[in-house]
């Protein structure tokens, strides 16, 4: 089957940047009480519904990944760009990072306790999202989390030029009350959402959206 062009331009482009996108997000998280605070929530309701395996995807460079594992997690991270792959790896040699798409997960039906997926929707078109969504459920075991992570607005735009070197990045920010009721189609219960304020100091342009999920059962 053909690659869509949206796919294989979103992986050309992370490739491009891996590197450089890795060096300036890896301790981001330390200056993001809330990030770490919805992180932290989705651990503690992972172990609680019995644990299991957490896939991270569109993990890019790992820190999430490494965040969830330091978490007492059994995390590992799934990316569509080979070479955020690699840079994972060599920044996090005790983890398992594989490449894949959210469109059609390399796992087993029902096989995970948790699933994350922080700003990498964000590249998926509205048309795709309900297969994403559809995805998500599959692989979720019943009583299973999601934590969704996204830019919040209306727009759609594409990131011509990144780090220097050009590139073809489309992205889209969302309405979390319009993403909420795609994954209630999908079977999957919200239950908590969080919109914050950009952070002051950071590349953040708009505010950013926080959906905490569960695969009922
Ligand atoms: C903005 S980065 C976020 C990386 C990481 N989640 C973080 O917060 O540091 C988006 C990542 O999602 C990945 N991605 C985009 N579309 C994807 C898809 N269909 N399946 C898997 N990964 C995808 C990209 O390759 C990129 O590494």
């Given at each position: 089957m053909t690659e869509p062009d949206f796919l294989r331009d979103t992986r050309a482009s992370y490739d491009a940047v891996a590197a450089d996108y890795a060096a300036l997000f890896h301790d981001e998280l330390a200056s993001k009480p809330l990030d770490r605070a919805m992180l932290a929530a989705f651990a503690e309701l992972v172990k609680a519904a019995g644990g299991g395996p957490v896939a991270d995807v569109g993990s890019g460079p790992g820190r999430v990944t490494a965040h969830l594992d330091g978490l007492g997690l059994t995390a590992f991270g799934v990316d569509l760009s080979p070479e955020m792959?690699?840079?994972a790896r060599a920044a996090h040699p005790g983890?398992?990072?594989?490449?894949g798409s959210m469109?059609?997960?390399?796992?087993?039906?029902?096989?995970?306790?948790?699933?994350?997926?922080m700003y990498s929707i964000i590249h998926i078109p509205d048309e795709r999202l309900p297969e994403v969504f559809a995805e998500f459920h599959r692989v979720l075991a019943p009583?299973?989390?999601?934590?969704?992570v996204f830019q919040v607005g209306d727009e759609s735009g594409r990131?011509?030029?990144?780090?220097?070197?050009?590139?073809?990045?489309v992205f889209h920010r969302r309405q979390p009350d319009r993403v909420a009721e795609l994954l209630a189609k999908a079977g999957l219960e919200v239950r908590a959402r969080l919109v914050r304020e950009p952070e002051v100091g950071t590349v953040e342009k708009t505010p950013q959206g926080y959906l905490l999920v569960r695969k009922p059962g």
């Open positions: 792959v690699a840079v983890l398992r990072f594989e490449e469109l059609a997960l390399d796992l087993d039906d029902g096989s995970l306790g948790g699933v994350v997926a009583g299973g989390h999601l934590l969704l990131r011509t030029e990144g780090f220097g070197r050009p590139m073809s990045l």
